[in-house]
């Protein structure tokens, strides 16, 4: 069974970088096919995809957040991370990580595992 755990500081103040590694277990994040994603989900609003890297090394990144965004890998510890820059008030959310097996999708009920998510606040 594939289990992901998200890490990293609850509180970031406004204009520093976000960042968060997922851990992942029960699975290999190089095993063909497979994607990883970082979602969250802002309070009282929606999922939003922000990104992901695939088994491969591809990365793509949500439109919206690509100036901001970067993920990377660590294929020795078989995590992955994301930083998000220049943050704001309105980055605070449920930040999640998720695995999907299959093609690219940014809709976030697509992915098939998901982490417990952690809760990030960005101070003003």
């Known amino acids: 069974q594939v289990q992901l755990q998200e890490s990293g500081p609850g509180l970031v103040k406004s204009s520093q970088t976000l960042s968060l590694t997922c851990s992942v277990s029960g699975d290999s994040i190089t095993t063909t096919s497979r994607s990883w994603s970082w979602i969250r989900r802002p309070p009282g609003k929606g999922l939003e995809w922000m990104g992901a890297?695939?088994?491969?090394?591809?990365?793509y990144y949500s439109p919206s957040l690509k100036s901001r965004t970067s993920i990377s890998r660590d294929t020795s510890k078989n995590q992955f991370s994301l930083h998000l820059g220049s943050v704001t008030p309105e980055d605070t959310a449920g930040y999640y990580c998720a695995l999907r097996d299959g093609s690219l999708t940014r809709n976030a009920l697509e992915y098939h595992y998901w982490g417990q998510g952690t809760q990030v606040t960005v101070s003003s």
């Open positions: 890297i695939f088994y491969d090394g591809r990365i």
